[in-house]
């Protein structure tokens, strides 16, 4: 066992695991911070992306001792000190950019680690970006719309709904 | 509505789907009234199967699951548009295994009918063939039916209940309850007077709900109007709860290992395996090992570990062999001949076109691998499981776990996508059987993604020959015969244990009900012998039949050296009126020119959708036709 301590959505934790412990089951098993998903555990399809010291990662492929002593962010954080949606996740909500939503987390940390390089993508920068997230209910087109208008972009010509 | 016995009798010559309800139940079953399986809490009134009211707010038991396609914010709407609820103040949650959760719907789609043209008789059959869905407890969440199904009986359910809020009012407030309104969840009064639906809880309690009328669609707030999901917000916050997100005290973890090939284990040896720290068990499933251990990923990397001898697979060892298989049925007698206008064997003068097509096998893939969270304390099994069918899944458990099915609670959790691989219950069972090996341990099963992709039941490979003849600019003849492993038949062994015996409709959907008046027009459904798992997926057959057929129209199109879109609308012309009008606004719509620019080509890419939901929107009951996503 080791011990662990790391900035969780801006709460300082301190835990024993084990030295195998995948970052993603130290968030979802310990932390009970489920809204981080397994979709492949092989770093594919983008799940489980959170940001580990503002860089967005793939929670499956990192230990949670690599991340002793960094900030981390995930879903659960991601919303307004108010509880409203943050920018990202209300364009979401307004574009239906999500439908099972397993893979919406992913994306919308995805998303803001792109609009943090890059304010102002084009449509081809998004899709680009989006490359390592895999949504299987085949919604990509309203999540880069989503994350267009995030970015404060007028979406009406990305194609009516 | 007809009488059933006939109906029953009738359909037994007719459909396949129908048989096994037809001949197995007495006509007594189909009268009697689904039991309400909710009952109410202190303070709380059930109001039909579908809506429990209490000091909270309204909540909506949805008796589909939600597996991303919006079905219980959808559900939910029909409710409140007679119910009167405040959207915000709307709560759904998935019903429990019942019969009063029956899909009407699912069944009338197995019957052979092109169903753009539908006749009274046939729709009064397909209704009837649907009640036989009650007997079945056929709770099944599958075949684009949620809204069939749910249109009017959720609008019923909110009806009724908004009146008898009315009735409990009216003997609150001393005035009659036809000079009451209903708005914004209250009970309005002559005098301003507002009464919230909450405060009423207690006192609609005992009020027999009245049977009323629907409103007509031009009163209409919610419906046909953009709502916002009530999934939305959880999703979008990492709150929602799907089976794998379960937490329980003192719970273990597992995952299996199942022989790829779809057979048993000539031996396995788990010496390494259980020397693992942290594992805690290994177990003989048959087919296969389950290993628990102390995390998920322990749980895979022990599974790993064991050395197993597989069984050879049922099915040829190489796609070339299971395609062989599926070409080998062209040369059966056909199991569907549910298309044949004209006669396709006369000799017909003109441009002789054939194609022969094919696909593969495809996975469902859904983003959230197969899981479930199961809890067996000797006597009693917990299970949570995202699934489409609840009520097979609750008895395929008891069965396995040895106990009475209602013995068993089954939390349908949402899904991480379902698209009908979660109409299986196959990974429910798996976690039931490890959970039963050890009583009192919660077990939260997850299968890996490559366990996931090695053990789906696939979309059938399929193949298709098409012969066809084009004269003066049109199509004369088409000749199709569709050949692929029966998906229908497949799945009714698992499970009911049998096959139904008839043509099996599905295996030719997306070609043989078409819209197109071809003069000579036939498809032949051939059943291929072939064990490789097949389900429903995705639109199933329609997502290969659609290609076969359009994609041979378009061939023709070219041999005939007419615009495509003006080929198809000949055909519909023939046939079907609205389709052709279809065809004709889509077309202008996209601006149609006949130009093959890549603008054209991505902008008319909605014309065979918008067809094909015209096509399953029944009656012209107003099914809006939408860009697909």
Known sequence: ?161 | MANIRKIARRTFLIGSAAIAGGVAFGVYQLRKDAPNPLVAGAGEAVLTPFILLNQDGVTVIAPRAEMGQGVQTTLAALVAEEMDVAWADITVLHGPPAQAYYNQALLGIALPFRHYADTDFRHSLRQGIGQIGKLLHLQVTGGSTSMKDGYERMRHAGASAREALKLAAAAQLGVAASDLRTADSHVIAPDGTRIAYTALAEAVRDIDLPDVELRPRSEWKYLGKSMPRVDMLAKATGTAQFAGDVQIEGMQFATVRINPKRAGMVSYDDTAARTMDGVTAVIDLGDGIAVVASNTWLAMQAAQAVDIVWQDAAYPAETAGMMAAIAAAFDLEPNSTVRDDGDVTAAIEGTEIVAEYTVPFLAHATMEPMNATALFTGDRLEIWTGNQAPVMTRDKCAAVAGIAPEAVTVHTTLMGGGFGRRAETDYSVQATRIAAALPGTPIRMTWTREEDMRHDFYRPAAMARFRGVVADGAAQLIDGQIAAPSVFQQSSFRQMGQVPPGPDRAHVEGAADQPYGVPNFRITGHLADLAVPVGFWRSVAASFNGFFLDTFIDEMAHAAGTDPLQFRLALAEREHAPSAGVIRAVGEMCGWTGRNTRQYRARCGVLSFLRDRHRTGGRGRGHRARHPH
């Open chain 1, 1 to 161: 066992m080791a011990s662990v301590a790391m900035v969780v959505n801006g709460k300082s934790i301190t835990r024993e695991v084990e030295g195998r412990t995948l970052l993603v089951d130290f968030l979802r098993d310990d932390l009970r911070l489920t809204g981080t998903h397994v979709g492949c555990d092989t770093s594919q399809c983008g799940a489980c992306v959170v940001h580990v010291n503002g860089q967005s990662v793939k929670a499956c492929a990192m230990f949670a001792i690599e991340a002793d002593g960094a900030e981390v962010a995930t879903i659960e954080g991601q919303a307004n000190k108010d509880g409203s949606l943050n920018v990202i996740q209300q364009a979401f909500q307004d574009h239906h950019g999500l439908q099972c939503g397993f893979c919406t987390p992913g994306m919308v940390m995805t998303a803001a680690a792109l609009l943090k390089e890059n304010p102002k993508p084009t449509e081809a920068e998004v899709r680009s970006y989006l490359e390592g997230n895999i949504c299987r209910c085949t919604g990509y087109h309203n999540i880069v719309k989503a994350i267009m208008a995030a970015s404060g972009q007028d979406v009406t010509a990305i194609a009516a709904e």
